[in-house]
């Protein structure tokens, strides 16, 4: 079992991003899948969380109305849509799941500044 990320990168304040995560070994929609992120010098913290592959989302209130998490289950896959991005979203990206153990991905870096 595992989770890959992509999709991040460089972009200005006020630009979007969407990231992906791809399960693997697991049905995705079957669990809960998260989003997290961590800025550098700083603890990893939730970013948003969805339930039973869409029926419920939850959010950061630092993201709320800006993110959106979503899952596509002939994909397997959860993405993470961030748009109006500022600099404060700056950091490493990880997609986690809790299959009978902890599962990380390997993060994917999202760095926005002008």
């Known amino acids: 079992v595992q989770l890959v990320e992509s999709g991040g990168g460089l972009v200005q304040p006020g630009g979007s991003l969407r990231l992906s995560c791809v399960a693997s070994?697991?049905?995705?929609?079957?669990?809960?899948m998260s989003w997290y992120r961590q800025a550098p010098g700083k603890g990893r913290e939730l970013v948003a969380r969805?339930?039973?592959?869409?029926?419920?989302?939850n959010y950061a209130s630092s993201v709320k109305g800006r993110f959106t998490i979503s899952g596509d289950n002939g994909r397997n896959t959860v993405y993470l849509q961030m748009n109006s991005l500022k600099s404060e979203d700056t950091g490493v990206y990880y997609c986690?799941?809790?299959?009978?153990?902890?599962?990380w991905g390997q993060g994917t870096q999202v760095t926005v500044s002008s």
């Open positions: 986690y799941a809790w299959v009978n153990t902890e599962l």
């Open positions: 070994g697991f049905i995705f929609r079957r669990y809960t």
């Open positions: 969805i339930f039973n592959g869409g029926n419920s989302t």
